[in-house]
């Protein structure tokens, strides 16, 4: 080969002698130590992306999860609240209606009645349990634990979707509605006629 020298000619013309392969070997197995930790670094960035990307996905479905059940959560409570509160009002209401009915059934004092008084304070004492059995049947109707149907004091069952009426009549037949009729209409039938008889012996005395 012109201009090229003789020593350079003849060393690309020999074989690699052993200390050249080792030296290449050696270089080879540096590289590939390198490229072995450089794949372990990318293996252990991309095993903490892949945790990143799960983690804010769990973060965001839990976090909408979590946002419909609170969500729904409240609007439930919220309504159950409101209920019981109104339950509440009405079963005080209720409550106070029994209790002056009881205090105006205890006040009756029949040993106090004279015999020129007994048909007046025998009319008013019917009168005031008539009063008070109205009161307590209409508790009943609504408070379902005062007919021991129930476990705790709230409506329950159709009651609390039905008017009164409907839970009164409802699976009575024919007969059973007469008796129905009957059971609430001879007490103020009982009441007016015993209040005809006293205006009628008051008549007579005069």
């Known amino acids: ?17 052993r200390e050249e392969l080792d030296g290449r070997l050696t270089e080879t197995q540096q590289r590939l130590a390198e490229l072995k930790q ?4 990318l293996e252990r960035e991309r095993a903490g992306l892949e945790e990143v990307r799960r983690r804010q996905a ?12 609170l969500t729904r959560g409240v609007g439930l409570l919220t309504e159950a609240e409101f209920v019981a509160r109104r339950d509440a009002e009405q079963m005080a ?9 009881l205090q105006k059934v205890e006040t009756i004092r029949e040993d106090t009645w004279t015999q020129d008084s007994y048909p ?11 009063n008070a059995r109205m009161e307590w049947n209409s508790a009943r109707l609504k408070w379902l634990v005062l007919s021991g149907s129930g476990a705790t004091g709230e409506p ?5 979707k039905r008017s009164p009426l409907e839970v009164l009549v409802a699976g009575r037949d024919y007969a059973g509605l007469c008796k129905l009729g009957l059971a609430l209409t001879w007490p103020l039938a009982s009441v007016a006629l ?9 008549l007579l005395r005069r």
């Not at 965001?60 to 419909?68: C, F, L």
């Open 1 to 17: 080969m012109p201009g090229v020298p003789s020593s350079l000619a003849a060393s690309h013309s020999r074989p690699p002698t």
């Open 38 to 41: 450089a794949q372990e670094t």
């Open 58 to 69: 769990e973060f965001q479905t839990g976090r909408q999860e979590m946002v419909q059940n």
């Open 93 to 101: 209401k209720t409550l106070a209606g029994l209790n002056d009915a």
């Open 120 to 130: 007046a304070e025998l009319t008013r004492g019917l009168t005031t349990i008539e």
């Open 156 to 160: 329950g069952g159709d009651c609390g």
């Open 194 to 202: 015993l209040a005809a008889v006293v205006l009628f012996v008051v």
